[in-house]
């Protein structure tokens, strides 16, 4: 009887860690299993700073359903991760006055849909292969929190 109860309680344990695993490094972040600096988050989609941005508030947006590809996901889900990132985009700007907030979608490198929000004050903003910004945790902490007080106005 124990044996088996061992058995049990080891594939369990199995696949809990093959599911862990599997998970991508954006589902980590949301399930709180790897820190990130939030920015904003409802029922279904959060958002947080990206860790090598390009522009102080680059801000990225997740659905908390995994998907790897935007365009894989639903009409509905894709026009309501829209309204988020809108949303996360004007309290960006409310909290880092810019020209605009720019949006992108890569996804090159994390098979897990993505928006990149970028605030603007020129064209070359925007753009991925300039180096990108070294701030402090304590900045970037700082930048998370401004833009979450203003998401939750
Ligand atoms: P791409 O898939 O090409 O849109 O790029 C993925 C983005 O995710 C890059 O800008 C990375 O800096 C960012 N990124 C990767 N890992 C993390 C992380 N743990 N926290 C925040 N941003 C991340």
């Given at each position: 009887m124990?044996?088996?109860y061992n058995l049990?309680?080891?594939?369990?344990?199995?696949?809990?860690?093959k599911h862990i695993a599997a998970m991508t490094i954006f589902s980590k972040i949301i399930a709180g299993e790897i820190p990130s600096y939030k920015c904003a988050e409802n029922d279904k989609f959060y958002a947080f700073l990206d860790i090598n941005p390009v522009a102080q508030g680059h801000t990225?947006?997740?659905?908390?359903?995994?998907?790897?590809?935007?365009?894989?996901?639903?009409?509905e889900e894709l026009a309501e991760m829209?309204?988020?990132?809108?949303?996360?985009?004007?309290?960006?700007?409310?909290?880092?006055?810019?020209?605009?907030?720019?949006m992108a979608v890569l996804g090159l490198d994390v098979n897990h849909a993505h928006i990149h929000l970028i605030p603007l004050q020129s064209?070359?903003?925007?753009?991925?292969?300039?180096?990108?910004?070294?701030?402090?945790?304590?900045?970037?902490?700082?930048?998370?929190?401004?833009?979450?007080?203003?998401?939750?106005?």
């Open positions: 124990r044996q088996l049990i309680t080891l594939k369990l344990k199995t696949q809990s860690y990225l947006v997740v659905p908390k359903h995994e998907v790897d590809y935007i365009f894989d996901l639903s009409d829209t309204v988020f990132a809108k949303h996360v985009a004007l309290a960006i700007q409310r909290a880092f006055p810019c020209r605009k907030v720019g064209e070359g903003d925007m753009d991925f292969r300039k180096p990108k910004l070294q701030l402090s945790a304590e900045v970037m902490q700082q930048t998370a929190d401004k833009i979450l007080k203003e998401f939750s106005k």
